[in-house]
Nanobody
Framework: EVQLVESGGGLVQPGGSLRLSCAAS????????MSWVRQAPGKGPEWVSS????????TYADSVKGRFTISRDNAKKTVYLQMNSLKPNDTAVYLC???????????????????WGQGTQVTVSS
């Protein structure tokens, strides 16, 4: 059974930090591009960041560039999202998603994922 289980969300004050984790099982993690996507209340999904299967390439949405860092540990089958300098408009459910590394980056960034997690809530508020 394929599982992507996110953790690490919570309530944080503006300017604070959180580190999200996504633990994968049931598929060959090391050959999948991993991504983080977020969905704020009343809005559609927003791509946040993606990392190549080897970890050698990373890309970010302009809205989070310089504040968020994506990483992965293939031995632990886990992808991370370090979020710093959080803002109220970062409030959303954060989901991790997986796509085979044969899928073109353009398709990945456009939502071409094979597997999704259930998400973890991040609330940024004073």
């Amino acid at each position: 059974e394929v599982q992507l289980v996110e953790s690490g969300g919570g309530l944080v004050q503006p300017g604070g930090s959180l580190r999200l984790s996504c633990a994968a099982s049931g598929f060959t993690f090391g050959v999948f591009t991993m991504s983080w996507v977020r969905q704020a209340p009343g809005k559609g999904p927003e791509w946040v960041s993606s990392i190549a299967s080897t970890g050698a390439y990373k890309t970010y949405a302009d809205s989070v560039k310089g504040r968020f860092t994506i990483s992965r540990d293939n031995a632990k089958k886990t992808v991370y999202l370090q979020m710093n300098s959080l803002k109220p408009n970062d409030t959303a459910v954060y989901l991790c998603a997986a796509a085979p590394n044969t899928v073109p980056w353009g398709v990945v960034l456009d939502g071409g994922y094979t597997y999704w997690g259930q998400g973890t809530q991040v609330t940024v508020s004073s």
